[in-house]
């Protein structure tokens, strides 16, 4: 069996990147409606960040876990996308290195729309204390609801329409990171 490769796939444009958040609804109502996080949203505690739609909506359970009841899309510049991975370190790093890292790096098996483990890796990052205000008020440049959205994919998958529930995925293709940053964090390609 060949080894599973580890890539960064995205929603991206030539200045943003998309990551995804599940939210309990009294954090994510009260950042639409400022437009950015605010309390409750916690800047006290690291938060993860995935590029991947399909992986978020395995983890929250297609926005039915408490707490992750609603998806939001996060808009965020590239520059502090890549700037988060240039601080990063993977979560099987020396625990001494982990424990004082800004940032940290997990690879996790990519997930089908039916939440089936495939044969590649999705990159989760956490954005630690040190750099969430920065993460919320520099590198965030946009939020957008997805709830709606994943509970129609969900309804539609649970009546056997997987094609239709596939039309309403969000497009992610490749996106590449500097070579250091790739080598560091185990990118392939």
Known sequence: MPPMLRHI???HDARTLTVYQAYAPAVAEAALQAGRFVPPFSFRRMTWIKPSFRW?????????K??????????ITRYGWEEALSRAVLTTSEPSAVAVAAVHVQWDPERSLRGAPLNHY???VGIGRDLIRTYADEWVVGLTDLTDRVRKIATLLQSG????????????????????????LGIDG
């Open 122 to 124: 999705s990159i989760q």
């Open 56 to 64: 978020l909506m395995h983890r929250s359970n297609w926005a039915q």
């Open 161 to 184: 329409r997987a094609a239709q529930a596939q039309r309403l995925l969000p497009p992610e293709r490749p996106y590449e990171v500097p070579r250091a940053i790739a080598e560091r």
């Open 9 to 11: 796939r995205a929603d």
């Open 66 to 75: 408490p707490g992750q009841q609603r998806i939001l899309a996060v808009r």
